[in-house]
């Protein structure tokens, strides 16, 4: 698999480092909603988790929205925080046009999604948009195919590749429902958009001195098959960043 490489003066631009800085404080942000959900349940002891996802229940469809809030308890919360984070700011910072519609449907769609079989159960927790979230980033670098995509693709399957256990009917109180609704929408939507916001590329010097040689033909070493040359297509040139 060839890598291309980003440009390094879009990837260390300012506009790059300010659009990190505004991922990681959005990210915060809904985790702060998320926790603030949470510790207001156990300060005034009233549970929220009747207003969770209930599947084939018409006033279950409220879920759609409140779901990824709702937590049952500490450890719940604390394991969806840090993939939460990591997930959010991952998508925000290499995908930021695509994620504002990645983002909605995978927060609602995961949750429609599991309404329509989960088990007759009443579903929280924010693990369908991790897993939604997850499968994006990683899908997403390896159709892109660029060293940075890719190495956050790594990453996110070095710490976090054992989550695709969780899609799996094992255990009660965890929600595989929600976790392979997720799943499966961020796959989905990773070959949907699959060509959105690809980073400019490098070129190098002799990538100019190829072109030239092609165009100009300098001596016998530099000639090729024409059929050759009509059939090759420039995979730096071929990008678009959108």
């Known amino acids: 698999m060839q890598l ?12 790059a480092q300010a659009s990190f800085r505004l991922a990681i404080k959005l990210t ?5 909603v998320v926790w603030a959900v ?19 229940d018409s006033m279950g469809l409220l879920g759609l929205f409140t779901t990824p809030l709702l937590h049952g308890s500490l450890a719940h919360i604390s394991s969806n925080s840090l993939p939460l984070f ?26 429609a999604l599991a309404w329509t079989f989960a088990r007759p159960s009443v579903h929280i ?6 897993y939604g979230m997850l499968a994006y980033v990683f899908v997403s ?16 399957w070095f710490f976090y590749g054992s989550m695709i256990w969780g899609v799996l009917p094992a255990g009660r109180g965890m929600s595989w429902e929600l976790h392979l609704s997720g799943a499966v929408l961020g796959v989905v939507l990773a070959f949907l958009y699959r060509d959105w916001d690809r980073p400019p590329v490098k070129r190098y010097d002799w990538d100019d001195e190829d072109d030239d040689e092609e165009s100009f033909g300098f001596g016998d070493e530099f000639e090729r098959d024409e059929r050759d040359v009509s059939s090759e297509s420039d995979p730096w040139r071929s990008d678009r960043w959108h």
């Open 4 to 15: 291309k490489v980003p440009d390094p003066e879009f990837t260390a631009s300012p506009r």
């Open 28 to 32: 915060l942000g809904f985790l702060a």
């Open 38 to 56: 949470f510790l207001f349940e156990q300060i005034s002891q009233i549970s929220l988790s009747r207003f969770g996802l209930r599947p084939r």
């Open 86 to 111: 990591v997930g959010g700011v991952a998508m925000l910072f290499l995908y930021p046009h695509s994620s504002l519609r990645v983002l909605p449907m995978i927060y609602i769609g995961s949750a």
């Open 125 to 130: 927790g924010a693990s369908g948009l991790v």
């Open 141 to 156: 670098g390896i159709l892109r195919r660029d060293l940075r995509s890719v190495g956050v693709s790594l990453m996110v």
